[in-house]
Antibody, heavy 123, light 110 residues
Framework: QVQLQQSGPGLVKPSQTLSLTCAIS??????????WNWIRQSPSRGLEWLGR?????????EYAVSVKSRISINPDTSKNQFSLQLKSVTPEDTAVYYC?????????????WGQGTLVTVSS | QSVLTQPPSASGTPGQRVTISCSGS????????VNWYQQLPGTAPKLLIY???QRPSGVPDRFSGSKSGTSASLAISGLQSEDEADYYC???????????FGGGTKLTVL
């Protein structure tokens, strides 16, 4: 079955860049039917979809309006993983970050999810 | 404020049937299919219902989903103590060109 394993630091200083990676097993980041998403959860903002990357003859990226100017999601086909970079973070970016497969016609729901990474933005 | 509106809490006794609502608009629920997630304390959300009313393999048939117009509902019949969790609806929003979630409903089994 498909499994997602997240990695990355749990503490980031304000104004710096948050970077997380999601390693995929049981599927491919280059799949023509899946999409690879980042979602975060905080008490103040609830569950918030941040964006996704997917491959349909070429790589596409789509980002939430709320973070569009600061976010980048990139696939790494050599390692079968994808990454999240969020620039210029503030304490409001403190949240549990999840990666998840899905949100497409072939895989309509987000399934599975990574284990989650609590990222705290603090000096 | 979430784009999708859910009641913050719901409750029921073991064996009862409980429904959780999710209200949206023409650009999200009115145009696209709805998914539901269950989140147990300290864990990642788990897909419970997809495409309005489909259950992934392994999800008991006590869980069911429906959609009408710009609203959707999750029903849980034969309530069990292990159903105590947070439940979220989610749908693609055509205006925002992104996925949106409800604020979540905390289900308590009395």
């Amino acid at each position: 079955q498909v499994q997602l394993q997240q990695s990355g630091p749990g503490l980031v200083k304000p104004s710096q860049t948050l970077s997380l990676t999601c390693a995929i097993s049981g599927d491919s980041v280059s799949s023509n039917s899946a999409a690879w998403n980042w979602i975060r959860q905080s008490p103040s903002r609830g569950l918030e979809w941040l964006g996704r990357t997917y491959y349909r003859s070429k790589t596409y990226n789509e980002y939430a309006v709320s973070v569009k100017s600061r976010i980048s999601i990139n696939p790494d086909t050599s390692k079968n993983q994808f990454s999240l970079q969020l620039k210029s973070v503030t304490p409001e970016d403190t949240a549990v970050y999840y990666c998840a497969r899905g949100g497409t016609l072939a895989v309509p729901g987000f399934d599975p999810w990574g284990q989650g990474t609590l990222v705290t933005v603090s000096s | 404020q979430s784009v999708l509106t859910q009641p913050p809490s719901a409750s029921g006794t073991p064996g009862q049937r409980v429904t959780i609502s999710c209200s949206g608009s023409s650009s999200n629920i009115g145009s696209n299919t709805v998914n539901w997630y269950q989140q147990l304390p300290g864990t990642a959300p788990k897909l419970l219902i997809y495409s309005n009313n489909q259950r992934p393999s392994g999800v008991p048939d006590r869980f069911s989903g429906s959609k009408s117009g710009t609203s959707a509902s999750l029903a849980i019949s034969g309530l069990q103590s292990e159903d105590e969790a947070d439940y979220y609806c989610a749908v693609w929003d055509d205006s925002l060109t992104g996925w949106v979630f409800g604020g979540g409903t905390k289900l308590t089994v009395l």
